[in-house]
């Protein structure tokens, strides 16, 4: 079974089930009815009133602190090495 891809719409990274993004992600409803779906990082930045794209070097540094999150939990997980 295929993976269904859920980006952010505002800096891409993907936010669909089973990927770090997914339990804090927000569903957004646009005007037209469509439903779009936005990061936690992201949606921090709109509610603090900060820029809604992130740039390059921004989104690198939040998948540089994401890997590094995700690396310590492994460590410390059951079964982690």
Do not use: N, Y
């Not at 993976?3 to 993907?14: K, N, V, Y």
């Not at 927000?26 to 992130?54: P, T």
Request: net charge negative; hydrophobic share 35%.
């Amino acid at each position: 079974m295929a993976r269904r891809s859920e980006p952010c719409s505002s800096c891409g990274e993907d936010t669909s089930a089973g990927t770090p993004l997914f339990s804090d992600r927000l569903d957004v409803v646009q005007a037209d009815g469509s439903l779009v779906w936005v990061c936690s990082f992201c949606a921090e930045r709109a509610r603090g009133g900060g820029r809604e794209i992130l740039s390059d070097a921004e989104r690198e540094q939040a998948r540089k602190d994401l890997e590094k999150g995700t690396f310590a939990f492994g460590a410390f997980a059951p079964g982690g090495h």
